[in-house]
């Protein structure tokens, strides 16, 4: 066998058939999606009730607002915390006149006073739901105080505890701002240092400990709302099953292992294909193995973990299997690697992909030549023999 029969692809053709390969399994997928996994198993699954009552457990706690489908009376397709802003209207003044503390005042008072109380067959991780009031608010999350410091001060360096119909400072009635702090905010010189004060008190993005981050802990960390949204969850992971797993199935595994040279759809179009390592026929294992590799990848997908992970944790495969391909010197990608496997060009390669057809060739060509050598070597010898004759 000539030692240039053999011809790599190039990286730009191996790039061309995985794409063309990719792009009809990602259309394959959504039609599966569309047709299996939305309209039947998200369906059977009750998938939109479960969601639906988890986004409107959330706006029914006064701490976010659930987005109605356009296409499905009754359901919710969504859920918005009230979080900032781009604008970061939370930050200064409210179109109402109110700062933007004031919203989450508002959020987190309803909350704790209405909300809590009212729904303690929701489960809630502390069971003795008659704490969830707003003297609970006041005492334990804004550390409010009824005895006065040294400086003759109730509550907080910003609340004080609001007083009863008997004039007497009660934790149950709704705090009001100190009037130093009442002062600041109608200062125009300080307002905003205090309104972003009071702001990170009830909200920030960097930590934990916030009143509202704590509040709206408490929903979806409750038993109901975790079996809402759980139940939602699994039903459509079962949905992404079908719609990740088989279109890279039928078109990266599938349909070559019926081809004899292992080619894909696009390899097939570009004129690429598989052989072994040693030029010889691919095996059907490897063709299984050489392609299982692009199911993986999807499939990774449907593990419970942090969906920004799992993208990062592909792109990093990804890259590492073109730097392999790029500096490898047989061509060989990670998938060539794990299944000793080349890819080679048809066009450019002077025999095409099957070398066992090739040997097959030049063997019945031998078989031939000596059986015409053998037929040459009879007629002399009878010739011989007539002659002595």
């Known amino acids: 066998m000539s030692e240039t029969a053999v011809k790599h692809a190039s990286n730009a053709k191996r790039l061309g058939a995985f794409a063309i390969d990719a792009g009809i399994s990602i259309v394959l997928g959504l039609l599966i999606f569309l047709f299996l996994g939305e309209r039947a198993i998200m369906e059977q699954g009750h998938y939109y009730e479960n969601i639906s009552n988890a986004f409107l457990m959330l706006e029914r706690s006064g701490l976010a607002k659930a987005t109605p489908s356009q296409y499905s009376e009754g359901q919710y397709t969504a859920v918005e915390f009230h979080l900032p802003k781009a604008d970061n209207e939370y930050n200064a003044v409210n179109s109402d006149g109110t700062f933007g503390y004031k919203n989450y005042e508002d959020d987190l008072v309803y909350f704790f006073s209405t909300f809590m109380p009212s729904v303690p067959e929701y489960g809630y991780d502390i069971k003795d739901s008659e704490k969830y009031n707003l003297s609970y608010f006041n005492n334990e999350w804004l550390g409010l105080s009824l005895t006065a410091d040294e400086n003759g001060l109730y509550g907080n360096q910003y609340y004080q505890p609001g007083k009863d119909e008997s004039d007497n400072l009660s934790l149950n009635v709704r705090p009001i701002l100190l009037p130093s ?209």
């Not at 050598?373 to 002659?387: I, L, P, S, Y």
């Open 181 to 389: 702090v009442e002062a600041d905010l109608a200062n125009d010189e300080k307002k905003e240092a205090t309104a972003k004060a009071l702001y990170k008190l009830y909200y920030e993005d960097t930590s934990a400990e916030c009143l509202y981050y704590k509040a709206a802990l408490l929903v979806v960390e409750s038993e109901t709302y975790q079996t809402f949204y759980g139940d939602a969850k699994t039903v459509f992971t079962l949905a992404e099953v079908p719609t990740l797993l088989i279109p890279p199935l039928v078109f990266f595994v599938i349909i070559p292992l019926f081809k004899k040279d292992g080619e894909t759809l696009g390899k097939r179009i570009l004129h690429l294909c598989l052989l072994s390592k040693d030029e010889s026929a691919v095996k059907r294992w490897q063709v299984a193995v050489h392609g299982l590799i692009f199911v993986i990848i999807p499939a990774a997908f449907l593990l419970p973990l942090d969906v920004g992970m799992v993208f990062m944790a592909v792109f990093l495969f990804v890259a590492i299997d073109m730097m392999t391909l790029m500096v490898n010197k047989n061509g060989q990608a990670l998938e060539d690697r794990l299944a000793g496997t080349i890819v080679i060009d048809k066009s450019i390669s002077s025999w095409g992909c099957a070398p066992e057809e090739k040997k097959e060739e030049e063997s019945e060509k031998t078989d031939v030549d000596e059986t015409k050598v053998v037929d040459v070597e009879a007629k002399d010898k009878e010739a011989e023999q007539d002659q002595q004759s």
